[in-house]
């Protein structure tokens, strides 16, 4: 050492000697940063996330639980905090985060918002009564709405009601939504005279048809009573014209009408025109009968 500070002095053993510790402790924290890396990665492969098999949210659903998603897990996971959206039908992305030992990993989640629940068909009335003669748009009875695409206004309303004629006619609502979900429901119009309940008049009884009592003599004759006149026959009432249950009251576009929604589902599939869709829907033949007709509509 003392030729070494004699041949390069003593400065220069300085510098030396403090090139050799910066050179060590490099060393060292190499070696402890690549350890540490290994353990870390070691622990980051250690986490996971396994999902559930559905991952589809209803529409219009409300305080969804996070939790539900996830099957299995290897570390502790922390959920999204912001509510879910349900109000459109699409998919939604969220961000879980678990953590194990202090070191922490991301897992991307994709959630299907589905609409699969029908419309719903509020009315004013069941039965709506009117006088003959009235004028009357049935869509004022009907509001529907769907918890995706809102208030629906293009609903249908299937039947026929012949205002200048007494009687009952079932109106039937067809709904439908964006994602195909269809519900229906029936109200009446009846429609009814002005004079509906006339007031029944009987013929007044003449001194000839009912029983009288002869005064009693001074002689104590017995009471003498006259017999009763036999009714006189009443007309018989006029038979109504019998219904025809083969004359239908509104068919579909197609002309085609069953007795049964089978058939009329299958000949629809068999016999609808390129570009178009079709609907079954109930309609009545005049006898108050129901029936299914098939419509087309073009597809937009």
């Not at 070696?31 to 996330?49: A, G, H, P, R």
């Not at 104590?220 to 009763?228: I, L, M």
Request: aromatic content about 10%; hydrophobic content about 30%.
């Amino acid at each position: 050492m003392t030729r070494f500070i004699q041949k390069y002095g003593k400065k220069k053993l300085i510098c030396f000697s403090m090139i050799v510790i910066v050179a060590t402790l490099a060393i060292v924290y190499g070696i402890w940063y690549k350890m540490e890396q290994d353990y870390k990665q070691s622990i980051l492969d250690k986490i996971s996330i396994t999902w559930s098999e559905d991952s589809t949210v209803e529409c219009g659903a409300k305080n969804v639980d996070y939790k539900s998603f996830v099957a299995e897990s290897y570390g502790e996971v922390t959920v999204p905090k912001s509510n879910l959206d349900t109000s459109k039908v699409g998919k939604i992305k969220v961000i879980y985060i678990a953590s194990l030992q202090g070191y922490s990993k991301e897992f991307p989640l994709e959630i299907t918002i589905v609409d699969t629940t029908a419309p719903k068909i509020q009315l004013a009335k069941d039965k709506i009564t009117l006088n003959v003669g009235s004028k009357y748009d049935p869509k004022n009875n009907v509001k529907v709405t769907d918890l995706a695409d809102g208030e629906i206004k293009n609903f249908k309303i299937s039947g026929d009601v012949e205002y200048d004629t007494v009687g009952n006619y079932t109106l039937t609502v067809i709904a439908s939504d964006k994602a195909g979900n269809q519900s229906t429901k029936d109200f009446i119009i009846s429609i009814e005279d002005e004079e509906s309940n006339p007031t029944v008049s009987h013929q007044p009884a003449n001194n000839n048809s009912s029983a009288t009592k002869n005064p009693q003599s001074n002689n104590s004759q017995s009471q003498q009573h006259q017999p009763n006149p036999s009714p006189q026959p009443q007309p018989d009432p006029e038979t109504p014209p019998a219904c025809d249950d083969t004359k239908w009251k509104q068919i579909g576009n197609s002309g085609y009408v069953s007795r049964s929604w089978d058939e009329a589902n299958t000949w629809g599939m068999n016999n609808t025109p390129e570009g178009y869709l079709y609907g079954v829907f109930p309609v009545h033949d005049e006898c108050g009968g129901q029936g299914w007709t098939v419509d087309f509509e073009k597809q937009n």
